[in-house]
């Protein structure tokens, strides 16, 4: 639905993107993830329609930006995190405007759908300059949602959100999915995108720095391990320094203390660690691995990038 083909755009001698290429399939959440100047919201505007790139390709719907923009914006829905709304127009009205200019059947009725999915029918007859910042950010979904695209841009669409709208949007986007969407969210909140991301891509100084499956980009990197005992956390630590293992506490609960430790080959380390505890007299209770956050997988990519 979404692909993106060696693409690079420049700005003024400033390379924004530098070769990027990624896709996003109908029924997937793609998450653009990278600090701030990574390239993210310029990637999105191009896929949308709104900038030209310098040099690649990008498809939406099987059609080129480049070619017939028109008909990629008439595919793309786009919620960006600072939307620029008809501040004099009613809801009722700005939504019907928009319906109509994508040729909507029955394009007020659509509008009071949107509406009251979005928590504003009873705002509905109000003027958009009276909306506080998180009413106006559910304005900008309602618009993007308007025409029932195939393809969702969603540049960090729950800015100014409360926690109970947040998570209304989290189902409803999970739900665009299930319709067979493709949506390409570009946020700086790791745990959202853990939650919701089938896939995710890195972006560092305008290049793709990791790719693929959420799952897969958490469980990279050195394995990390917790082990609970019964007994002395100085004793504890020092057998397993003794077997080469350096571990740093994790926590002390209920009577019992936990260390962790990461190792390169569990099969053979984890088993010497066992053999050391015991053997110093400690009570071990569990041995769990301990599965990585996002957040925590996507720092250490960005500090491996920046060595």
């Not at 007020?108 to 109000?126: C, H, I, P, Q, Y």
């Amino acid at each position: 639905m979404i692909d993106v083909r060696h693409l690079t755009r420049r700005f003024d001698g400033t390379t924004a993107l530098d070769d990027v290429s990624f896709e996003v399939h109908p029924g997937e959440i793609v998450a653009l993830l990278g600090p701030n100047g990574a390239g993210k919201t310029t990637a999105s505007r191009i896929i949308g329609g709104i900038l030209a790139p310098s040099q690649g390709e990008v498809l939406v719907d099987g059609i080129s930006v480049q070619k017939d923009a028109n008909a990629v914006r008439a595919r793309c829905g786009f919620v960006t995190d600072q939307p620029s709304l008809y501040e004099r127009m009613p809801l009722r009205s700005y939504l019907g405007f928009f319906a109509r200019l994508y040729d909507v059947a029955r394009p007020d009725v659509r509008s009071a759908e949107l509406a009251k999915l979005l928590g504003l029918d009873d705002v509905f007859n109000r003027k958009l300059a009276t909306f506080s910042r998180g009413m106006r950010q559910k304005v900008a979904i309602a618009r993007a949602l308007v025409h029932d695209p195939p393809v969702l841009l969603l540049d960090e669409p729950a800015t100014a959100l409360d926690p109970e709208m947040s998570q209304m949007l989290r189902a409803f986007i999970i739900s665009l999915r299930a319709r067979h969407r493709a949506i390409l969210l570009t946020t700086h909140d790791l745990d959202e995108a853990q939650r919701i991301a089938d896939r995710v891509i890195v972006l560092y100084k305008g290049k793709v720095l990791r790719t693929g499956a959420t799952s897969d980009i958490r469980a990279a990197g050195r394995p990390s391990y917790t082990v609970s005992f019964a007994g002395d956390a100085t004793t504890a630590r020092e057998a397993l320094a003794r077997a080469g293992i350096q571990a740093e506490t994790a926590s002390a609960r209920d009577g019992l203390f936990a260390l962790r430790f990461a190792v390169d080959d569990p099969a053979s380390m984890n088993p010497t660690a066992l053999r050391a505890l015991l053997d110093a007299g400690v009570k071990v209770v569990t041995l769990s691995a301990e599965e990585r956050s996002l957040e925590d997988a996507y720092l250490s990519i960005l500090a491996e990038a920046r060595r």
